[in-house]
T-cell receptor, first 114, second 114 residues
Framework: ETGVTQTPRHLVMGMTNKKSLKCEQH?????MYWYKQSAKKPLELMFV???????ENNSVPSRFSPECPNSSHLFLHLHTLQPEDSALYLC?????????????FGPGTRLLVL | AQKITQTQPGMFVQEKEAVTLDCTYD???????LFWYKQPSSGEMIFLIY??????QNATEGRYSLNFQKARKSANLVISASQLGDSAMYFC???????????FGAGTTVTVRA
């Protein structure tokens, strides 16, 4: 069991819409991550939060805006997305950002931008 | 340079047989960790097994075992007694030193036949 939940599981949005993805972890972890998984590409790390502080922004376009109100919740706010942003967005958590900690993933949100 | 290489895009295995998934890695850091994740069609990335570079023994978790050959920089996953539920995409990943970032391979799709 992973203890990481994501909502919604599926999302279809137009390029002018604004939507948010939600991630919640029930593992007592302090680090949370957003990944993007596109077809035929390796997972791409987008953002990292450790103890609610953003520690990584992997050159992600500003149309993606993360928010981490506490160590259990992570949001990804989406606005004016492009069709190439269609992908599976995975959230993960770990005890902290020490390298030895295993990252546990949620089920992902499948996003389709029309 | 690619840090994780998975050369088998797809494999078929008969139920109850064993299957080996290849993974080679590239790092100059003497301290690193290797992970295997399973991703069913539902999308969730499920952590399977971990091997640390200084671990003396090969990792095992139930039907999963890791054939760690340090000199050859390979960390192959062996799934014994395959079950239909093992059909999924399998990813090898590595973190180096104290860096929390995971480098993922392209994945191998396993299809278990009855």
């Amino acid at each position: 069991e992973t203890g990481v939940t994501q909502t919604p599981r599926h999302l279809v949005m137009g390029m002018t819409n604004k939507k948010s993805l939600k991630c919640e972890q029930h593992l007592g972890h302090n680090a949370m991550y957003w990944y993007k998984q596109s077809a035929k590409k390796p997972l791409e790390l987008m953002f990292v939060y450790n103890f609610k502080e953003q520690t990584e922004n992997n050159s992600v376009p500003s149309r993606f805006s993360p928010e981490c109100p506490n160590s259990s919740h992570l949001f990804l706010h989406l606005h004016t997305l492009q069709p190439e942003d269609s992908a599976l967005y995975l959230c993960a958590s770990s005890q902290d950002t020490q390298g030895r900690e295993t990252q546990y993933f949620g089920p992902g949100t499948r996003l389709l931008v029309l | 340079a690619q840090k994780i290489t998975q050369t088998q895009p797809g494999m078929f295995v008969q139920e109850k047989e064993a299957v080996t998934l290849d993974c080679t890695y590239d790092t100059s850091d003497p301290s690193y960790g290797l992970f295997w994740y399973k991703q069913p069609s539902s999308g969730e990335m499920i952590f399977l097994i971990y091997q640390g570079s200084y671990d003396q023994q090969n990792a095992t978790e139930g039907r999963y075992s890791l054939n760690f050959q340090k000199a050859r920089k390979s960390a192959n996953l062996v799934i014994s007694a395959s079950q239909l539920g093992d059909s999924a995409m399998y990813f090898c990943a590595m973190r180096e030193g104290d860096d929390y970032k995971l480098s993922f391979g392209a994945g191998t799709t396993v299809t278990v036949r009855a």
